[in-house]
């Protein structure tokens, strides 16, 4: 007796392989359910291997600079965090309140 339910085998992907795939999402400019269907990867894993690549970013001044940012140094010891960059389209969250000079100044 033949069974008619499809199985679908699973893909496994090495490290390297899932920071590839994040690499082509952050420069194809597509969203992620988009990308995720045309590479025939499911959304929800893709969007796994997107998040704890974003909770490692952190604040340090002892950091490398990044290709694509330029510091931004206020003087003094504290480091607070007064935007929020997201890439794929560009979003801009502004989390302190700052001055129109100060922001066209940052945006040169």
Known sequence: MESNVATVSKKSFSKEEKQQIIRHWEQSG???PVFAKE????????????????????????????????QVNFGGDALIAFARITTAHHKLELLQPMSAAFLKELLK
């Not at 893709?46 to 600079?65: F, H, N, Y």
């Open 39 to 70: 590479k025939g990867i499911n959304y929800h894993t893709l969007v796994s291997w997107i998040a704890p690549k974003k909770k490692k970013v952190k604040i340090s001044s002892g950091e490398k600079p990044v290709k694509g940012f330029a």
């Open 30 to 32: 597509q969203t992620k």
